[in-house]
């Protein structure tokens, strides 16, 4: 039982930069594929990035390739997302997920994943 805790959203302008962190709990972290999705207001939830447990490939939206970078440190049980030159598009409450351990499927759809963070809020101003 994988349990997610996220942390490292805020406030902040347009071109800036923020990270966000996710704590997993559980036992084998590097056996989970680890991803983070975001939901705005009145949107549905979108993937983001994530990272597979086979080699820690990243994938990345379209939206973000290029401003963020997903990276995972099994030795602290930790995923983290650096977001760099933020949008106010980027605005949203930013979940962390991981799938069952050993999942081969598509980590770019969240029905790929059981287990899911709170979430923290970013917010983006002009």
């Known amino acids: 039982q994988e349990h997610l805790v996220e942390s490292g959203g805020g406030l902040v302008q347009a071109g800036n930069s923020l990270r966000l962190f996710c704590a997993a709990s559980?036992?084998?972290?590097?056996?989970?594929?680890m991803g983070w999705f975001r939901q705005a207001p009145g949107k549905e939830r979108e993937f983001v990035a994530a990272i597979n447990w086979i080699g820690g490939i990243a994938s990345y939206a379209d939206s973000v390739k290029g401003r963020f970078t997903i990276s995972s440190n099994s030795a602290t049980n930790t995923v983290t997302l650096q977001m760099n030159n933020l949008k106010p598009e980027d605005t949203a409450v930013y979940y962390c997920?991981?799938?069952?351990?050993?999942?081969?499927?598509?980590?770019?759809?969240?029905?790929?994943?059981?287990?899911w963070g709170q979430g923290t809020q970013v917010t983006v101003t002009p």
């Open positions: 997920a991981s799938t069952e351990p050993f999942y081969k499927g598509s980590l770019e759809t969240a029905m790929s994943y059981k287990f």
């Open positions: 559980g036992r084998t972290f590097s056996i989970y594929n």
